[in-house]
């Protein structure tokens, strides 16, 4: 078994904007990404069939040129078309306008089946449905964020400290969802929960680092340095977990996978930046300045 060697840090070698600069910088940047993308598309993000509504069609792979035969085959033009090697399956997703009738699934099919395309399954996702989806998944990630906060509020009873991993949450959900719309990961059930295991991971951390300053004996800098080991250890472990899972999912085509390995790895990337730097800086502050006034 190998042990990772976690590098110290003389956080005494830089001052707190410095240690925030970095986290507030790509946070900054991130929030702009989002911004931009809901400014272009009217949503924070690439949302998938599950919140937008539509047909997903799987076209059986018969050995032909089948993604030409794709292109042509529709009246319209399909929002995406993927292939599962390991399936010998293309998928080919519509989404839902305003003005689609009820029977789009049934006119896609028959367009297929012109086209001498093999449909081998159909699924379809309603507009109104789709929209009461997406309103209990932001919900969920919104009752789940409050839940937290109160949590750790409870916990700590202290302002400084508390915002510091409140902040650091937010900004670990925030820096994820702007490089899913980078890498065109859409937004999807399966998307969302892995959102919501990187709130756990990042509270995990955070709580881990101020409870080592706040209530346990030594130095300052000790106390981080304890914290940090055990932390950056137990992270980086957990990432290398969902970056295997991530490049086997993608050998095997299996893209929800893929996207909860790439998310994941991603929060816990940022976690790393966020715990040991922004929130490593407001504790510091609070702990030589905060406490005198």
């Known amino acids: 078994m190998v042990a990772i060697e976690v590098p110290e840090v003389n956080y005494t070698e830089y001052s707190n904007r410095q240690l925030v600069a970095v986290p507030l910088a790509v946070l900054?940047?991130?929030?702009?990404?989002?911004?931009?993308?809901?400014?272009?598309?009217?949503a924070p993000a690439n949302l998938g069939l599950e919140f937008t509504g539509g047909v997903e069609l799987r076209i059986a792979d018969d050995g032909g040129d089948v993604e030409q035969q794709i292109e042509t085959a529709f009246e319209r033009q399909p929002d995406s078309v993927r292939s599962i090697p390991a399936d010998d399956v293309y998928v080919v997703t519509f989404r839902a306008?305003?003005?689609?009738?009820?029977?789009?699934?049934?006119d896609l099919s028959t367009q297929a089946d012109e086209a001498g395309l093999s449909t081998s399954a159909i699924d379809q996702v309603s507009p109104s449905f789709a929209s009461d989806t997406a309103r209990t998944a932001v919900f969920g990630v919104a009752l789940a964020f409050l839940g937290m906060s109160v949590l750790?509020?409870?916990?700590?009873r202290t302002f400084v400290p508390s915002i510091a991993v409140v902040a650091s949450a937010f900004s670990d959900l925030v820096v994820p969802i702007a490089v899913m719309n980078l890498l065109g990961i859409q937004m999807t059930?399966?998307?969302?929960a892995a959102l919501l295991m990187i709130?756990?991971?990042?509270?995990?951390?955070?709580?881990?680092?101020?409870?080592?300053?706040?209530?346990?004996?030594?130095?300052?800098y000790e106390s981080v340095s304890r914290a940090?080991?055990?932390?950056?250890?137990m992270t980086l472990t957990s990432m290398a977990a969902m970056i295997v899972m991530a490049v086997v999912a993608s050998l095997f085509g299996v893209d929800l996978l893929r996207n909860i390995g790439i998310i994941l790895s991603v929060?816990?990337?940022?976690?790393?930046?966020?715990?040991?730097?922004?929130?490593v800086s407001l504790l510091r502050w609070y702990k030589f300045e905060g406490v005198k006034n």
């Not at 940090?228 to 250890?233: A, I, L, N, P, S």
């Open 152 to 156: 750790v509020f409870a916990l700590f």
């Open 228 to 233: 940090t080991r055990t932390g950056v250890t």
């Open 28 to 42: 900054v940047l991130s929030l702009a990404i989002i911004g931009g993308w809901y400014l272009v598309t009217g």
């Open 97 to 106: 306008a305003d003005e689609d009738p009820g029977s789009l699934a049934e």
């Open 199 to 220: 709130i756990g991971y990042s509270v995990d951390s955070d709580i881990l680092l101020n409870n080592s300053v706040l209530r346990r004996t030594g130095d300052f």
């Open 189 to 192: 059930l399966g998307t969302i």
């Open 267 to 279: 929060g816990l990337c940022a976690d790393l930046m966020n715990t040991y730097l922004l929130n």
